[in-house]
């Protein structure tokens, strides 16, 4: 359950993919709860009260934060330079990503965070919790700046790829909110608890719950566009990319499988098309998918070598958001362990090629 497992896969969207694994860390004393990635760190939060850190281009344990009493519930990566954590403890923390530094601690909610959510612009956040809140906060500012009363608690909150709406879910209902008026112009609601969620296109939602389905729904119209038996167990996460221009899908079961899934939104009546899976041998609590953009930069910058310097960069840097206050003092104990450990070796498993499923 405190193991963090990493598995390699090609991005090659024409051909099955064969999933093998990286390296192993056993990073916490209790299991997972949260896991963000950005263009060089992943991030783990634990039951255990602490979030490791995990550099990934030198492949070591970078450090431990601290911060937090209770749960680590949720991790969120803003570009390269903030990481946004919450925890039952109803603290939202803010981090500065270059030199792990707690920059403000906000106590956000009475009872615990259960989720949140960064506009894509950097200027916002959102967060729900256990005290029957929406909340949304000023970024730049570092404060409150809207407080909506639900009428009961939210477990997940998420912005949609363009930011001009957003969505919550409450057991197994998902409500959608448009930005400019912040009120709900539509309702999904599916049979069992919802899990997981996260937006294919700015219209188009996958919805993973407590069962064996994965449900795609249209935000504006409500109506499930298609839905598929991606697992033999319920669904803990999902997470999806967009690739050569094909969309991909990838889910985590608590059968313990990973599966990868190519989506044809040109067909999207029709099952996605397998494209790899692979047995964790492990309870999977969450998931998210890492690019190695250094190894896709180089690849592309060979393919055409008279591309400008801006053009060889996958990295597209956001405009620069304070998000410090000035009037506050430093909060204590919010840097990182500076002790550096090596990850562990490969998993000591034979690596085999999956067969590739239609």
Known sequence: KELTAFFSSPLNITEAWA?????????????????????????????????????????????????HNGTVTCLEFYGTSHLLSGAEDGLICIWNTKRW?????????????TSLSI??????????????TLR???LVEGRSAFI?????NAHIIKWSPSGEKYVTVITNKVDVYKLDTASITGTITTERRISSLTFITDTILAVAGDDEIIR????????????????????????????????????ASSDGYIKMWN???NKIKDAPTLLGEVDTKARLTCLAVWFDQASETKEK???????????????????KVCWTDKNDKKVKDGKNIPEKRKLETPLKKKKKKLKNSE
């Not at 909506?148 to 009961?152: A, I």
């Open 148 to 152: 909506k009363n639900l009428k009961q």
């Open 119 to 132: 506009h894509p612009s950097g200027k916002l956040a959102l967060s729900v919790g256990t005290d029957k």
């Open 101 to 113: 530094e707690c920059l403000k601690s906000i106590k956000a909610h009475k009872g615990h965070v």
């Open 19 to 67: 999933v093998v694994p990286d390296f192993t860390h056993h990073a916490h004393t209790a299991s997972l709860s949260a896991i963000a990635v950005n263009s060089r760190y992943v991030v783990t939060g634990s039951k255990d009260e602490t979030i490791h850190i995990y550099d990934m281009r030198k492949k070591v344990e970078h450090g431990a934060l601290l911060q």
């Open 263 to 265: 989506l044809d939104l």
């Open 301 to 319: 910058s060979d393919k055409a070598a008279t591309a400008s310097q801006e053009d060889k960069s996958l990295l597209v840097r956001k405009k």
């Open 136 to 138: 949304t906060w000023n």
């Open 216 to 251: 795609l729904f249209n935000c504006d119209s409500q109506k499930c566009l298609c839905e598929f038996k991606a697992h033999e167990n319920r669904i803990k996460d999902i997470y999806s990319f967009e690739r050569e221009g094909q969309h991909v899908v990838v889910t």
